[in-house]
């Protein structure tokens, strides 16, 4: 059975996390923590460190000792590159404007989020030896669901309803609503799957459901769905199924959903939002005397509000508002089936909450203390390091370059030859195994034989046959060798047997043949100008890297990072 996971794919939770937030796979690593492995100028830079940063990539989990050596090696080094730019940059007063500082306070608070949901998900989200038993015991119910996902706001979750109630179909339902690719693969048919596969907010709804019943649309995950439950059966499962591990990982999936969920509602509940009804008066009458349809992405423009109504505040909570402007930002970014919907003042309840997300996990992480955590240090220390490297590289190493309107010009004159449309032609084939095959197709070819029975007759591509030999549009880069004889050879005429790739031969004709030609100016000049920056920039960064090496003693033990990580090289 194909393993993915419906439901955690879609949470805004995630998405924040894993966007804002590093992820934590291990802080600590006893007393070698403190262990000086570098010193850059006056800073240090401690194993802890160099262990935070190998942990985060989960490719370097159980490798053998040589190898993790030469990883943390690399991340050594790269931190002392680091370590250099943010001292240039604290040198030079990068951290002291205002804008910059309010940034290094809330990537504070996310390094606090981190660290709680370290304690509330990540260190739950897997399932104990003991919890394995009754897991499996779980999963000898399963059932087969049919699944209609609604990836947009409550209306159109309704109407879907409305739909499926009046004769239409899952099939015909999903590429309208649905967003997941497996899904709309399987055609929302799920098959056969233990309960254990789904949420417990899905589980809750399907356990109510007699056979071949529909539910109401429901909102669960970032979604809304409706599902019906076409079948209930009891297997027998032990250790020993083949579908051991899939049950397993499937089950630890839907528990980081639900674990997300819960430590959300939480936050929700501890920061009750108190919401400016006139506010949303003036929304809705704003967007329905502009005739504009609420629901979609972002079907209004900024300019339908005034900078005075961007600055109001449109929900307060203790310790901080979500101004207007905010608002109306969220609808960039929060996903659709949270929409709010009109008149309904618990939706917007639930938009304003998504849009604090990006606050909320942060402020209550310190409130709860997580900003003393010992593994806070290491974690904020590492964030800091490159937030402050990105500020030196940006203000320092970056600072006045620019690129003129005439390098650009100069850059397309002199290297013509680099900005070309590809040309190409339109080809049909016949591909053969054989060299020999193909050479007898060819005299039958010149002898009068029709080409489209050729092709039904002994083409063995099987799209292209379908097609009656078409091809397409080949080019240098989609099958060089037929552009290449056509090229060089012309249209009309039967060419081959052309080599294709240690496959096989081809037997072609071309329908047309377009020239390579040069780009317009106005078409590349957008991609020369960043090319030309991108140039200048790297050459800045190098030349800025040399200076800091000359400027900061650096002293590196690789010696001491061997016996840390258990590492004997033999002489």
Known sequence: MRRYSLFPAVSIAIMLLTGAITMLTGCSSGGKDDIVLATVGDSTITYALVHEAYTQNNRNANLPPDAEYERKKLILDNMIEIQMMANAAEEAGLAEDSAFAERLEIEKRNAAAAIMHEDRIDSKRFYSEEEIPVLLEDAKNEI?????????????????????????????LIDEYSYFGQLKNN????????????TSAMR????????????????????????????????????????????????????????????????????????????????????????????????????????????????????????????????????????????????????????????????????????????YDVLWRLNYMKLMADRAIARIAFEGIEVTDEEVRTEYDENNDKYYELGSAD???????????????????????????????????????????????VNLRRMP???????????????????????????????????????????VERDIKRQLLDSKRRAARDSFMVELEEKYVVDKDYKKLQELVGFNPQP
């Open 481 to 523: 060798y037929y552009y290449n004889a056509v090229k060089e050879n012309g249209i009309g005429k039967y060419l081959g047997p052309i080599p294709v790739m240690n496959a096989g031969f081809g037997i072609i004709k071309a329908r047309s043949y377009k020239k390579a030609k040069p780009k317009p100016f106005d078409m």
């Open 187 to 198: 055609r929302g048919a799920m098959g056969f799957r233990p309960v254990t596969f789904y």
């Open 204 to 375: 809750k709804v399907v356990d109510t459901l007699s056979i071949g019943e529909f539910s109401k649309p429901f909102y669960a995950n970032d979604s809304y769905w409706i599902v019906k439950v076409n079948a209930r059966k009891e297997l027998k499962k032990s250790e020993d199924s083949p579908n051991y591990d899939e049950i397993v990982a499937n089950a630890q999936d839907s528990r980081f959903a639900d674990l997300m969920d819960d430590m959300y509602e939480d936050i929700f509940e501890q920061y009750p939002v108190q919401i400016d009804t006139g506010m949303i008066k003036t929304y809705e009458k704003r967007i329905n005397m502009l005739g504009k349809a609420k629901g979609h992405y972002l079907d209004f423009e900024m300019e339908y509000f005034t900078d005075e109504e961007f600055a109001d505040t449109i929900a307060a909570y203790e310790g901080g508002a979500l101004t207007f402007r905010e608002f109306i930002e969220g609808f960039k970014w929060v996903p659709p089936p949270n929409f709010p919907k009109e008149g309904d003042m618990d939706s917007y309840k639930r938009f304003i909450q998504k849009c604090l997300l990006r606050e909320l996990p942060g402020f209550e992480a310190v409130r709860q203390g997580y900003d003393e955590d010992p593994r």
């Open 144 to 172: 087969d669901l049919t699944v209609l996902q609604v990836y947009h706001p409550a209306d159109s979750a309704e109407n879907a309803y409305r739909r499926l109630m009046n004769g239409a179909t899952v099939d015909e």
């Open 427 to 473: 080809v049909d084939e016949i591909f053969v195994q054989s060299e020999e095959t193909a050479k007898e197709v060819l005299r039958k070819l010149k002898a009068g034989a029709s080409f489209s029975r050729m092709v039904q007759e002994y083409s063995q591509r099987t799209y292209s046959k379908q097609r009656g030999g078409n091809i397409g549009e």
